[in-house]
T-cell receptor, first 116, second 107 residues
């Protein structure tokens, strides 16, 4: 019973294409995140959503557009893919950090995106 | 300079050795997380702490808020502990990550 799932696991595509990565969590968490892990394995936050509302957007190009149809899903759509977008993208979820509490984050398995 | 610095970046040890990985940070935080990334890429949360010390099996995490420093210890290390260990600090609603420590335990 996977807590945080992502699809696809691997994505290979040509420069200039548009692609989406889907994320779903069945933990009943209020907050979901997208992280990017670059070739040096450094993780950085891209977005976070709380109850379908954007709360963090970390200077990510406009080509990246997160969409949260409900609080269990946070999908990442990327337009006009560039070589530099090649990375592993992780989705995660946690309880509500806006309530002033901190909570463990649960990570999805990652999606390895390769742009040719 | 990163807001979160880990040391060492790479660590190789023999099975059974006591392991220490350090994390220093320069920003105010509400909590600090230790994560483990397996060779296959999956990330697992090991600890979240805001003060003192936590223990889970052979793993111990400590934090000193005044000194802005945390350590992760592994006792009686085993080859299956080989992974990348990542320190992350919880700031304003987001995690900021260290660069990770690659640990290799040889049998």
């Amino acid at each position: 019973d996977t807590a945080v799932s992502q699809t696809p696991k691997y994505l290979v595509t040509q420069m200039g294409n548009d692609k989406s990565i889907k994320c779903e969590q069945n933990l009943g968490h209020d907050t979901m995140y997208w992280y990017k892990q670059d070739s040096k394995k450094f993780l950085k936050i891209m977005f976070s959503y709380n109850n379908k509302e954007l709360i963090i957007n970390e200077t990510v190009p406009n080509r990246f557009s997160p969409k949260s149809p409900d609080k269990a899903h946070l999908n990442l759509h990327i337009n006009s893919l560039e070589l530099g977008d090649s990375a592993v993208y992780f989705c995660a979820s946690s309880q509500d950090p806006l309530a002033g509490s901190t909570d463990t984050q649960y990570f999805g398995p990652g999606t390895r995106l390769t742009v040719l | 300079k990163n807001e979160v610095e880990q040391s060492p970046q790479n660590l190789t040890a023999q099975e059974g050795e006591f392991i220490t990985i350090n994390c220093s940070y320069s920003v105010g935080i509400s909590a600090l997380h230790w994560l483990q990334q397996h060779p296959g890429g999956g990330i697992v949360s090991l600890f979240m702490l805001s003060s003192g010390k936590k223990k889970h099996g052979r793993l111990i995490a400590t934090i000193n808020i005044q000194e802005k420093h945390s350590s992760l210890h592994i006792t009686a290390s085993h080859p299956r502990d080989s992974a990348v260990y990542i320190c992350a600090v919880q700031g304003a609603q987001k995690l900021v990550f260290g660069q990770g420590t690659r640990l290799t335990i040889n049998p």
